[in-house]
């Protein structure tokens, strides 16, 4: 995992907060996550970022991973912020 990868998992929960505050039902936010990272990674090597990716099942695999991580870092983070 590089830098770029590292910058996405932030990103990815960021946007995603976005969405939901413009009324993304929760439910829907792991897809949202997917699809973000999805294309953040189509992004970067579209852009010339070292990612690590030669074909499309490279970045299919890479977005799924990226967007795993954030989610459960995201869930982790929230599950410790809440307010009992």
């Given at each position: 995992m590089n830098?770029?990868?590292?910058?996405?998992?932030?990103?990815?929960?960021?946007?995603?907060s976005g969405l939901k505050k413009l009324k993304l039902p929760s439910k829907w936010a792991p897809i949202?996550?997917?699809?973000?990272?999805?294309?953040?990674?189509?992004?970067?090597?579209?852009?010339g970022l070292d990612l690590d990716v030669n074909s499309i099942a490279d970045a299919i695999i890479k977005g799924l991973a990226i967007a795993g991580v954030s989610v459960l870092g995201y869930d982790a983070i929230t599950e410790l912020t809440e307010k009992k």
């Open positions: 830098i770029v990868d590292i910058v996405m998992v932030v990103i990815v929960p960021v946007v995603v949202a996550a997917t699809a973000v990272a999805l294309a953040l990674v189509a992004v970067g090597k579209v852009i």
